[in-house]
C-alpha cells in the first residue's frame, strides 16, 4: 500500500511537470509490453489527436496514428464484450454525455469465465459439500465438548 502511494504520486508528479512545460503523455502499446513516455506534441513525429484524450493519446508500436480502445457490450456470459477502436466523438457531443453513459462491464478472460461457470454448477449440482463441512464442524465442537465433560469428572474424582 505505501510502495504503491509513492510510486503513484511520483508519476502524477512527473506527469504534472510535464503538463506544466508543454509535454503530453504518450502511451505506446507493443505485443508484449507498454511503454510511457512525454512528449512535445507539434514536434513530435506522431498525429496527436486532441479529442480523444485530455492530457495524452494511446499509440500502436510502430504506429503514428493514436487509438481510442471501446467495448461492444454483449449481455449474458456466452457472448463475451469485445475490445475494438471507439470512433472519435463528434464536435456536438461533450464529456457530459459520456461521463453520464452506461459502464463499461467486462469478463476479465476466458479462463475465469469457465472456472466461474463450473463453480457455479458444481455449487448447484453439490450443495452437500457445505452440509458436509458444517456436519464435520458439529461432530468436532461435540467431540471437543465431550472431551471436555471427561476432564471435568476426572478433576472432580468422579471416577474413583
Aim: aromatic letters at 6%; proline letters at 4%.
Amino acid at each position: 500500500m505505501i510502495r504503491e502511494t509513492i510510486a503513484n504520486s511520483l508519476i502524477s508528479a512527473g506527469r504534472m511537470l510535464g503538463q506544466t512545460t508543454g509535454l503530453q503523455l504518450a502511451v505506446e502499446l507493443s505485443e508484449h509490453s507498454i511503454t510511457i513516455e512525454m512528449e512535445q506534441p507539434d514536434e513530435s513525429n506522431r498525429a496527436w489527436d486532441t479529442s480523444l484524450y485530455k492530457h495524452g493519446n494511446v499509440f500502436l508500436d510502430g504506429y503514428a496514428n493514436p487509438i481510442k480502445p471501446g467495448v461492444e457490450q454483449n449481455t449474458g456470459l456466452e457472448n463475451p464484450d469485445h475490445v475494438s477502436e471507439a470512433e472519435t466523438p463528434e464536435e456536438g457531443e461533450g464529456d457530459a454525455d459520456t461521463a453520464d453513459g452506461p459502464h463499461t462491464q467486462l469478463i476479465s478472460s476466458g479462463r475465469y469465465r469457465d472456472y466461474m461457470r463450473q463453480d457455479l454448477i458444481s455449487q448447484l449440482l453439490t450443495p452437500e459439500s457445505r452440509w458436509n463441512k458444517m456436519l464435520y464442524g458439529i461432530i468436532a465442537v461435540a467431540a471437543l465438548q465431550f472431551l471436555g465433560i471427561i476432564i471435568t469428572l476426572y478433576a472432580t474424582g468422579s471416577f474413583q
